[in-house]
Structure formats: C-alpha cells, structure tokens
C-alpha cells in the first residue's frame, strides 16, 4: 500500500495549479526555481511534492508548463464537474453564490438550503431556497458531492452531521467549530479571525505597537 500524501503537499498543489495557469499564457517551460521564486517555495520542495505522483519535467530543463498543468487538473479532480451543496442562504451564503469564480474551476452550486423558514422558497440567483428538510433527497436525486457550510456556528455541528449523514465526504466549513466526523469524511475550515489572530501574532513579534 502506497504511503498517504501528507495534507501539506495536498495544500500545496492548488498554488502549483494557479501559478501555473498564469504562467500558461507566456513560457512554454517552467524550472522549479521559477516556481519556487514565485511561491516562496524552495525548488527542492517543489519537486518532492511532485515526486508523489510520479516523474514530471526534464532534468536541466523544467516542466512543460500545459502538461503539467494537465497533470494536475487530473490529480486535483478539475478535470470534471463538481456537484456543490450550499447550507446557509444569510449574507455570507449569498455572497458564495455570487461567487463567479467558482462555476468556472468546475464547482457548480445545484441547491442551497436554510434553516430559517423566511429564507425558504426565496430566489437567490437562479437557486430557490430550500427547506433542510429535503436536504437527504436532493443531495440523492443530484448526485451532490461536496457541501459548504455557512451557518452560525451554533447550527454548524448539527448541518455537518445531516451533510454527513446524506453520504457527503467533503466540505468547506465557514463556522469557526470543529464537530467530530467520521474519518473518511474531509472538512476544511475556513476561519478569517483565526487568520487574523496569526497576523496579529506576526506584527507583535515584530514590535509593532
């Protein structure tokens, strides 16, 4: 059995991804020092992150910026469409919704769901809001593969548990909580004040006042 991929890597790869993608327009081939001076990443450490899923590049040359780019579209599951479930329809859930950037990367929002029955059966974009509710039947009848979660963080623990419950293995978590899940299923939480408590952290040490 092949060793896991460490998370680290995996975070690593969508940066790989967008740089790449800039890049496409102006180099055919791209060296590792290259990218490592565009991320901040050493060299070494580029080519150890490729080196999981297999030979990429030319010795003395570099990577040839498509396929790699093609490689890891593959790796990264873009090379399809995915099925996503919004819960939580309150001024950050519209605002996932408009969200243009997603549909493009092959994220396409099919149902968004809340708990409030004033939101329920109301058009957001081209969505009505549904009743969580009907929540297991549509993620069934969609084939919903991913949920994003943006609800208080007192609805959080209860709408993870009916996403995992409904058969759903991957989702984006904006309430600063963490619920146990089981350990197939991949939460990724996204907290901006714990972001901004680790630049706070960054200017003390630097002596900010």
């Not at 081939?29 to 450490?45: K, M, N, R, Y």
């Not at 950037?101 to 708990?115: K, M």
């Amino acid at each position: 059995m092949a060793a896991p991929i460490p998370e680290v890597v995996i975070l690593r790869l969508p940066l790989y991804y967008r740089i790449l993608t800039l890049l496409q327009e102006e180099t055919e081939i791209v060296s590792s020092q290259e990218l490592g001076a565009q991320l901040q990443i050493t060299p070494a450490q580029i080519r150890k992150d490729l080196s999981y899923f297999g030979k990429f590049g030319i010795q003395g040359k570099g990577y040839n910026v498509n396929q790699l780019l093609g490689e890891l579209r593959h790796i990264l599951g873009l090379d399809r469409q995915w099925s996503v479930v919004l819960v939580g329809v309150g001024r950050l859930g519209r605002a996932i919704l408009d969200y243009s950037v997603l549909e493009p990367q092959g994220f396409h929002i099919t149902a968004a769901f809340d708990t409030d029955s004033r939101q329920i059966g109301k058009k957001v974009g081209q969505l009505a809001v549904q009743d969580i509710a009907t929540l297991s039947d549509t993620v069934k009848n969609q084939g919903i593969n991913i949920g994003i979660v943006a609800v208080p963080p007192s609805e959080a623990p209860e709408v993870i548990n009916r996403l995992v419950s409904c058969g759903i293995k991957a989702i984006l978590n904006y309430a600063p909580v963490a619920p146990a899940i089981p350990s197939d299923v991949r939460v990724y939480n996204i907290d901006p004040v714990v972001a901004l408590q680790t630049l706070t952290c960054h200017l003390k040490s630097l002596g900010t006042p």
